[in-house]
């Protein structure tokens, strides 16, 4: 039996649209940051039988799939008894395909025995789901076409808080969001836009301008809301809470002249990440939001 976890991640530049989406390669680049302190775990033993016997209440049929690939890959016929759980709350509304993909996939590479290295094992990884190619790197992970690679940054650590408006199980899937956003007309130039806005950001990171940092992340993750929205059936994730949510914290960055980085992603949850010394002002900001939300 072999059990392994991997974290998931939180892009500030959004990978959203696919070049193949077999591979999951993605069209533009875009840069995570690791969390490092929410993980999933996956445990695998090999079964004497013909298939793989399922454990937990993930989905199966995408897992198992990439189980499929990884059995065929490395020319073996073993099965496994399957488990999976997350160390966050199940229902927060948290994606964690890029922590369960990274984490089958090392597992699986672990029980067959292959050492092999972090390029490669994120590389098939990604083919599970694409995000999850970046939960390999840390903290920060920039990926670009089939490359991915650790980025140093000024900041080596962010504190996370993630404001829960709701836990519903989404309607669109970020995988049917990522060929829905090609019908929009704001796609032509969404490259563009993301590798300008790439390149800002690494800047303005270099520099330490959190407030420009903290516009640009913003701009980034509306941008990405605003393909849902003129798709050719528009959708959207947020809830009347997330919008207030928002004009809170755009609220507090006008009153204080500043505040965390702020994002979302195919989901109505509020991700905030603040530099190591605001931590009073993450602990202030937290408390203010839980007594309306769940804070994690
Ligand atoms: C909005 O990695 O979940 O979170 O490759 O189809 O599994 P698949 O998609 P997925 O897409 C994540 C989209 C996003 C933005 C991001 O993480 O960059």
């Not at 990884?125 to 990926?143: D, I, M, V």
């Not at 490359?147 to 899937?173: G, N, Q, T």
Request: net charge neutral; glycine share 4%; aromatic share 12%.
């Amino acid at each position: 039996m072999i059990e392994v976890s991997m974290p998931t991640n939180i892009a500030l530049i959004k990978y959203m649209g696919k070049k193949d989406s077999i591979a999951n390669i993605p069209d533009n680049s875009s840069l995570s940051y690791t969390l490092d302190d929410l993980k999933t775990t996956v445990n695998l033993s090999v079964i004497d039988a013909e298939q793989d016997q399922w454990d937990s209440t993930e989905d199966q049929a995408r897992f198992i799939k990439h189980l499929d690939f990884l059995r065929q890959k490395f020319n073996t016929k073993k099965y496994f008894k399957i488990k999976s759980h997350n160390n966050f709350p199940s229902g927060c509304g948290l994606a964690s395909s890029a922590s369960s993909f990274a984490a089958l996939t090392e597992c699986f590479l672990k029980i067959i025995n292959r050492d092999i290295s972090v390029e490669e094992k994120s590389a098939l990884s990604r083919h599970g789901s694409g995000s999850s190619c970046r939960s390999f790197y840390g903290p920060f992970a920039l990926w670009s076409g089939e490359k991915v690679e650790s980025i140093a940054l000024p900041y080596k650590k962010f504190i996370h808080h993630v404001i829960v408006v709701s836990s519903d199980k989404k309607l669109i899937s970020s995988s049917q969001a990522h060929s829905l956003v090609k019908t929009s007309l704001l796609y032509a130039d969404r490259k563009i836009r993301a590798e300008k806005r790439l390149a800002e950001l690494l800047e303005s990171f270099k520099k330490q301008d959190w407030q420009k940092s903290y516009e640009i992340v913003w701009q980034e993750f509306q941008d990405m809301m605003a393909l849902f929205e003129t798709s050719e059936k528009p959708f959207s994730y947020l809830k009347l809470s997330s919008y207030f949510v928002l004009d809170a914290l755009r609220d507090y960055w006008h009153v204080h002249g500043d505040g965390p980085l702020v994002t979302m992603d195919a989901g109505p949850n509020v991700h905030l990440l603040f530099r190591e010394d605001q931590a009073s002002m993450a602990n202030m900001l937290s408390s203010a939001f839980r007594e309306k939300f769940t804070v994690i």
